[in-house]
């Protein structure tokens, strides 16, 4: 069982990886912008200044 929960940890990891990088090439592709926060604090980075 305990096995079970580490593959599927792993592999919802791996799907958000690959969904965050199809997110940022789209995003640089539109010349789009993220926002994120840091400690309550409201942060925009252009999606082609993220090196992945």
Known sequence: ???NNIELRE???L?????????VA???KND???VFSDQ???IKVKAKD???
Not at 15 to 22: H, M, Q, R, V
Request: proline letters at 0%; zero cysteines; hydrophobic letters at 50%.
């Open 11 to 13: 592999k919802i990891r």
């Open 32 to 34: 789009g912008v993220l």
């Open 15 to 23: 799907g958000l990886s690959l969904a965050f990088k199809k997110l």
């Open 26 to 28: 789209y995003k640089a």
């Open 1 to 3: 069982m305990e096995n």
């Open 40 to 42: 309550g604090k409201i």
């Open 50 to 52: 993220i090196k992945l």
